[in-house]
Nanobody, 124 residues
Framework: QLRLVESGGGSVQSGGSLRLSCTAP????????IGWFRQAPGKEREGISC????????NYAISVKGRFTISRDDAKNAVYLQMNDLKPEDTAVYYC?????????????????WGQGTQVTVSS
């Protein structure tokens, strides 16, 4: 069964950068669309970015557009979320989620496999 693992979280100051990774030990992510989500304390989970498997199309939430970049390296079996110009309001647990073989806009997918999350803390 596919298991997703996030890494790369940590604590940074406002304006700093982090790169999150989503991997799947023992599985190929080649045919999986991957979405990145986050949840801050007391807030609902927010979808922030995603990338399709079939053509690499991407999508970003307005809150992160221009600052975050999603990419995938199927040779390394990983999907990345490069986060630049981080702000205190980006503080949250970040999750990656996967869906096999999906078509169409990735922000409409109902992802069915989730990682455990990685904490990102941005101080002012």
């Amino acid at each position: 069964q596919l298991r997703l693992v996030e890494s790369g979280g940590g604590s940074v100051q406002s304006g700093g950068s982090l790169r999150l990774s989503c991997t799947a030990p023992g599985f190929s992510l080649e045919y999986y669309a991957i979405g990145w989500f986050r949840q801050a304390p007391g807030k609902e989970r927010e979808g922030i970015s995603c990338i399709t498997s079939y053509d690499g199309s991407t999508n970003y939430a307005i809150s992160v557009k221009g600052r975050f970049t999603i990419s995938r390296d199927d040779a390394k079996n990983a999907v990345y979320l490069q986060m630049n110009d981080l702000k205190p309001e980006d503080t949250a647990v970040y999750y990656c989620a996967g869906l096999w073989g999906a078509l169409g806009p990735c922000d409409q997918y109902k992802y069915d496999t989730w990682g455990q999350g990685t904490q990102v803390t941005v101080s002012s």
